[in-house]
T-cell receptor
């Protein structure tokens, strides 16, 4: 079993749609949680941290459920520029990346 | 301020040949990471340096991979001999210290194709 598992993609959605990504992790001792964004043929970049209380950054909302070892990312009113691969990342001393879920937003 | 610099950006070699990748971290960053990203997967840590010391190389395939950061600044990752399965993107990242994992900046990567 992989340490971090994400929804298999790709997700193809129209502009303005709401899309949710799910992620589970296996190590209950994991300490920190993040979402990264990776554009095609580019390096990963931090999108946002994830807290048990949930956090929101504009159209993006991230949630953490430690009991279920589950992380989510919600994107509202999706834009063409949101097209990318979204990587779920868990930390227990080092960053452990999920395989990523590709999002394609269409006009 | 310059970001993490990697070279070459692309490399095509035949199997059994050696290959080396170079990384220059952001100035002042003591921690340097090498990751490998296979197609359709997330990056996987190969080795982490704190200054010139390799503090985590548990995921580095030591039979064919080697790395060095002799003066605690730039670093080289080498594969000898390369195998078909080594085709991947090799990412270098740096951070001011290993304590704050959020403060990790990635370079553009080197795309390796082994034929």
């Amino acid at each position: 079993r992989k340490e971090v598992e994400q929804d298999p993609g790709p997700f193809n959605v129209p502009e303005g749609a709401t899309v949710a990504f799910n992620c589970t992790y296996s190590n209950s001792a994991s300490q920190s949680f993040f979402w990264y964004r990776q554009d095609c043929r580019k390096e990963p970049k931090l999108l946002m941290s994830v807290y048990s209380s949930g956090n929101e950054d504009g159209r993006f909302t991230a949630q953490l459920n430690r009991a279920s070892q589950y992380i989510s990312l919600l994107i509202r009113d999706s834009k063409l520029s949101d097209s990318a691969t979204y990587l779920c990342v868990v930390s227990g001393g080092k960053l452990i990346f999920g395989q990523g879920t590709e999002l394609s937003v269409k006009p | 301020e310059a970001g993490v610099v990697q070279s070459p950006r692309y490399k095509i070699i035949e199997k059994k040949q050696p290959v080396a990748f170079w990384c220059n971290p952001i100035s002042g960053h003591n921690t340097l990471y090498w990751y490998r990203q296979n197609l359709g997967q997330g990056p996987e840590l190969l080795i982490r340096y704190e200054n010139e010391e390799a503090v985590d190389d548990s995921q580095l395939p030591k039979d064919r991979f080697s790395a060095e950061r002799l003066k605690g600044v730039d670093s080289t990752l080498k594969i000898q001999p390369a195998e078909l399965g080594d085709s991947a993107v090799y990412l270098c990242a740096s951070s001011p210290s290993g304590r704050d994992l959020l403060d990790q900046y990635f370079g553009p990567g080197t795309r390796l194709l082994v034929l």
